[in-house]
């Protein structure tokens, strides 16, 4: 079994590696200015994961929700991956869409995957090679797909665990968004939060584009949750919660799951609550 995360100057000396598999989880819209034109250069060799057209449900009006296990083992195989690669994902800012791929591929039953700690903007930054973004044919491989439901939260789970409150939701927005203070960046949906749950916003993990070290993660994991309960994470559309996520794995092991359609599915339904700053008593 594969580090949750790896360095890039584990990748710089392992780049020829047979098993290896360069995952590029980039995505069109860039999070940081300073990142500019990242998109269009890769780490040679890398395939893309097209996480918005390719690898989710496209019968789910909600953005890049998960696809079903057939559908993305057949899209795996199209790739080459096999069950015996070891994938290692990174993206074009630093830390943000390849905890989601991570995530993905360990609900999916693939355990020799990792993260590139850091991505493309440290790559680029210690003048490692890149080449031009490309898009490739490779040999089919055997993946084989093997759903753990356990890493997955629905909306229906989120909703009877207000009452039971057996596990403790975090949310991975940013503290306006969390209190109802600030507007939500998809159009026309409210702000706010699933009531009882507590706010972790996803930049708190990370410092300058990497995780920050396992010891800081575990004081922070502990000052919200210092019975370690369950944690079902959350966030706009399924996306920074596996950033908290993954943290949460490197600060130690816990019973986690990803409510995978998000504050985007929740206010969906017009009839699940929602608390805002102002309406605490």
């Known amino acids: 079994m594969g580090r949750n995360i790896l360095s890039v100057d584990w990748l710089k000396k392992h780049l020829n590696d047979p ?12 999070k940081n200015p300073g990142n500019a034109g990242y998109y269009a250069k890769q780490i ?44 290692v994902v990174y993206d074009n800012n630093g830390v943000y869409m ?55 939260s629905k909306a229906e789970h989120v909703l009877e665990n207000i009452q039971s409150e057996r596990a403790l939701v975090m949310d991975a927005r940013s503290a306006g968004r969390f209190k109802g203070t600030e507007p939500e960046p998809r159009a026309g949906l409210p702000s706010g939060h699933i ?27 502990k000052s919200l949750n210092p019975e370690n309960n369950p944690v079902i994470f959350t966030c706009g559309s399924g996306v920074t919660a596996c950033i908290l996520y993954l943290a949460n794995e490197l600060a130690g092991k816990i019973e986690k799951s990803v409510f995978d359609g998000s504050w985007t599915e929740w206010v969906h339904h017009k009839d699940h609550p929602i608390h805002r700053e102002a309406e605490k008593k």
């Open 44 to 87: 040679p060799n890398a395939r893309y994961f097209d996480l918005n057209n390719v690898f989710s449900d496209k019968e789910n009006p909600l953005p890049h929700m998960l696809p079903d296990p057939f559908s993305f083992q057949k899209e795996c195989r199209h790739l080459g991956i096999s069950a015996d690669s070891h994938i």
């Open 195 to 221: 009531p009882k749950s507590v706010n972790l916003p996803f930049t708190e993990v990370l410092h300058e584009g990497k995780f920050k070290p396992r010891e800081k993660l575990k004081e922070i994991f």
């Open 19 to 30: 098993d290896l598999v360069i995952m590029n989880a980039s995505q069109p819209e860039n």
């Open 98 to 152: 390849s905890p989601r791929v991570w995530w993905m591929f360990k609900v999916m039953g693939h355990k020799n995957v990792s993260v590139l700690n850091g991505g493309m903007p440290l790559w680029v930054k210690k003048g490692l090679p890149v080449e031009a973004f490309k898009i490739r044919k490779y040999k089919k491989g055997d993946f084989l797909a093997v759903f753990n439901p356990k890493a997955v």
